[in-house]
């Protein structure tokens, strides 16, 4: 699959990475990227990105239909994270006041996430971990239904749009990518040597202004 010695070590890594999910989504289909994705919001681990991504670079050999693949994941990301809300929002609230937590604590904490649970809930579906966690902990912490519906529906937009259709446009497109890369890296890495210079530099002065002034005698 995708065979060619001229592709590039990284994107080699990613198709042989999706030729060990190919038996499966042979096998199951469209049904094992929804349950994976499903189980996901629930809080229970399962590879639900790697196999949207492997659907969907599956999809440019014709094996998918890309656009059922990224309905299937967007409707199963939406599922899954209003489960886990619901589940949160049902015993989430319990838990949370038998956690050692003082009352001004707690306060805090449902304070931060009525301030910044929209883009809590939108930017942990790119990270895993909070992605799989993150609707039951705004659950319990009763995050607004509607105002978490919104975020979740634009989290999983924004999720399967950028691996999804953004895989499918790499499969496709893939050796136009890696000569771009290629082009770029030299420039990437003076960008990063620059950064780090940067960043060396501010840490210093900020740690000379910080040094006591020298005792008067």
Known sequence: MYEDEKVSEIAQSILTAVQSYEPVLTEYGLLIIFAAITLEGLGIPAPGQSLLIAGALLSTRG???????????L???????????????VGG???LLRLPLSPSRLNRIDTLCQRYGTVLV??????????????????SLQMPTIRF???TSAGAVLWVG?????????????????QVLKSAAPYTWIATGLSIFALSAYLFRRHIRKKPPPEKR
Do not use: C, M
Request: glycine share 14%; aromatic share 14%.
């Open 75 to 89: 409707f199963a990301a939406f599922t899954g994270s209003t489960l886990g809300y619901i589940i949160g929002r």
């Open 93 to 95: 609230r319990k838990l």
């Open 122 to 139: 939108i930017l942990s579906r790119f990270i895993d971990g909070p992605r799989q966690l993150t609707g039951i902990v705004v659950g």
């Open 162 to 178: 950028f691996w999804g259709l953004g895989s499918y446009y790499l499969g496709q497109h893939i050796r136009i990518i890696e």
């Open 149 to 151: 519906l919104l975020a």
């Open 63 to 73: 094996q998918f239909n890309i656009s059922l693949v990224l309905i299937s994941a």
